[in-house]
């Protein structure tokens, strides 16, 4: 079975300064996911990780994918107010049509102060 | 526009008294997910469909049902609400399941219906 834990589950933090946000996960997951989510809405989709070593990056954030750690990390640049929300990261899919659907870490509920 | 779409955004329903959430997609998508999240926590997966094959996760309480009279639609029934079964319900969809091999795979989620048990 699949966990996912997620680091820090808060973190406060000052505009212009960069974070990580670390999500290690239990056993092989063919993927990776970060979603966002604002407080009382759905989840938005930031990341999908495919293989070992991707890397990808829009606006301030990027997320990284290592397999042989099982760990994926969401770094913020430059942090600005606007990115304030709750950030998940997901792993699912077993090969071979197995278990389905994501199993989310815990989030990490992110403040961002001017 | 909208392409997982749930209704309604809000439900309040009485202790014991069943509801039923929808959820609709126009993506033609073979995968349904139904998700319930409890304030501040990870979205929990109940079940899903993958087509007309109905998938149901093994701690998912009895008390939650689930119909797809199509591919376009999706409904989650709660037979009798319980208190602790107020949370936010997330609708997902996905191309293919887990399995599949294709690339940049990911779910599409719904709005959410915010259920209220009083």
């Known amino acids: 079975e699949l966990k996912v834990e997620q680091n820090p589950l808060f973190l406060s933090m000052q505009e212009g300064k960069n974070y990580t946000i670390y999500c290690n996960y239990s056993?092989?997951?063919?993927?990776l996911y970060w979603y966002r989510q604002d407080p009382g809405k759905s989840l938005e989709s930031l990341f999908v990780?495919?293989?070992?070593?991707a890397v990808k990056q829009e606006g301030r954030l990027m997320a990284s994918l290592d397999t042989k750690a099982r760990l994926s990390t969401l770094h913020i640049t430059a942090a600005v107010h606007d990115l304030s929300a709750t950030y998940f990261c997901?792993?699912?899919?077993?090969?071979?049509?197995?278990?389905?659907?994501?199993?989310f870490g815990k989030g990490t509920h992110l403040i961002i102060q001017p | 526009d909208a392409m997982v779409i749930q209704n309604p955004r809000y439900q309040v329903t009485q202790f014991g008294k069943p509801v039923t959430l929808s959820c609709s997609q126009t993506?033609?998508?073979?995968?349904m997910y139904w998700y319930q999240q409890k304030s501040s926590q990870a979205p929990k997966l109940l079940f899903h469909?993958?087509?007309?094959?109905?998938?149901n996760e093994a701690d998912t309480p009895d008390n939650f049902q689930s119909r797809r009279p199509n591919t376009s639609f999706c409904f989650l029934d709660i037979r009798s609400p319980g208190l602790g079964d107020a949370a936010m319900y997330l609708c997902?969809?996905?191309?293919?399941?887990?399995?599949?091999?294709?690339?940049?795979?990911?779910?599409?989620f719904g709005s959410g219906t915010q259920l209220s048990v009083l």
């Open positions: 993506l033609n998508h073979n995968v």
């Open positions: 056993t092989t997951s063919d993927r």
């Open positions: 997902a969809t996905s191309r293919d399941r887990g399995g599949g091999r294709a690339t940049n795979e990911k779910l599409f």
């Open positions: 997901a792993g699912g899919g077993e090969a071979g049509g197995g278990a389905d659907g994501l199993t």
């Open positions: 990780l495919l293989s070992n070593g």
């Open positions: 469909y993958y087509d007309k094959d109905f998938n």
